[in-house]
């Protein structure tokens, strides 16, 4: 299960994420990101209740910078250690902007 909050304000955007991002929920979670991106130019994703992620959910995350760097940035905020060391192995540290 995957709770999305999100806080729209001008061009920024913030997702706070919470639960699973995985093959069930990714879908989830684009259909919600790409109703959400027209006119924004700075995204934030909040991953501190994120507790996994899979393939699927690695997926969205670069579609989605590949589409911000085109209009804006993309950063990634609040990594917990589960999900920091998933993007370690699979190379996504060096890829994403993580604060």
Known sequence: MLNISKNISGD???FE???RLDTNTAPQLEA???AALGGVS???LS???LDYISSAGLRIL???QKIMTKQGAM???KVNAAVMEIF???GFADILTIE
């Open 12 to 14: 920024k955007a913030v």
């Open 17 to 19: 994420l919470e639960g």
């Open 32 to 34: 919600e990101l790409k």
């Open 42 to 44: 700075e995204l934030v």
């Open 47 to 49: 991953l501190e209740k």
């Open 62 to 64: 670069l579609s989605t």
């Open 75 to 77: 950063k990634v905020t």
């Open 88 to 90: 370690e192995v699979t």
